[in-house]
């Protein structure tokens, strides 16, 4: 029996625990594989990546902090929005950074390209193990999974970035320190609120699918909404490489005001299903 028959069979018939490894083995070898083809292109475009798109946020005529300035300006709190100027540079010391920081960049770069495909991929596994009634309720999850993980990511490219980048290489705590941080410094910071928050930002959806099988309801997340603060500020905490006020809170916000959406969207749910269940008992 092929592969692809015993695929066909196993929507159908009940696997034994070494047909679920095998099954599982294939989903990870083709995630991976997508992952290597895609760094490959950013490995192959790496000058591009690296001159437009990796430094992009540290620049004074950055898209975002293009719009930012103008925005003041429309609402007519003149230049508070806008950016001061700031002379990023970056060191490497040692032979192989860059060497090695490549690679790094081409594996994240393909990561999130291939992201839609390795979460299509995860859902090809988990799908036969659910019910028809759960099957229904998550229909549609590749592709708000998929939109929530490039909003988070695009949020802290533009958002979160410029604002780091422009806070840490304005602030002076003496003349005499003149701050160069290395290469590999800010590409791990970039990473951290870039997939990071991509990661994150799946918080309303996993809510609402758990919500929509019966684990957590509105209420419940009400009643706790203080000790989920203290968990997305350990996230925060977790996901920002250097753990000072300023990046916690502009990393907390935006997770707790997910969290806010999630009760709202959970409540939503909880309300629908008792309308259904009422209706059915009727």
């Known amino acids: 029996m092929d592969f692809f028959d015993k695929r066909k069979k196993s929507d159908t018939d009940e696997m034994s625990f070494i047909d679920h490894l095998e099954e599982l083995r294939w989903h990870l070898l083709r995630s991976v594989v997508a992952v290597l083809v895609c760094a490959i292109v950013v490995f192959i475009f790496s000058d591009f990546v690296v001159d437009t798109i990796l430094f992009g946020p540290t620049r004074e005529n950055f898209i975002s902090s293009r719009w930012l300035c103008s925005l003041g300006n429309a609402i007519g709190i003149g230049n508070t929005l806008c950016f001061p100027p700031v002379k990023a540079e970056f060191l490497e010391n040692t032979m192989t950074g860059q060497f090695i920081a490549s690679f790094t960049l081409a594996f994240i770069g ?67 320190i003149k701050i160069m941080p290395s290469f590999s410094d800010y590409l791990e910071n970039l990473v951290y609120t870039t997939v990071g928050i991509g990661v994150l930002f799946q918080m309303p959806l996993l809510i609402m699918v758990l919500a929509k099988v019966g684990f957590v309801t509105g209420k419940f997340l009400r009643k706790y909404r203080r ?34 959406a999630s009760i709202i969207v959970a409540s939503r749910v909880n309300k629908k299903q008792e309308i259904k269940d009422n209706e059915e008992w009727s």
């Open 110 to 176: 393909g990561f999130i390209i291939a992201f839609p495909y390795i979460f299509w991929e995860f859902w090809r596994f988990v799908r036969p193990a659910l019910s028809e009634k759960e099957r229904k309720n998550t229909r549609g999850v590749i592709f708000w999974v998929s939109l929530l993980f490039f909003t988070g990511v695009a949020f802290g490219y533009f958002i979160l970035t410029p604002f780091m980048v422009n806070f840490y290489f304005n602030y002076k705590l003496s003349a005499q």
């Open 227 to 260: 000790h989920a603060f203290i968990i997305i500020l350990i996230a925060a905490a977790i996901i920002t490489p250097s753990t000072d006020p300023f990046s916690l809170t502009i990393v907390t916000i935006p997770l707790y005001l997910l969290f806010e």
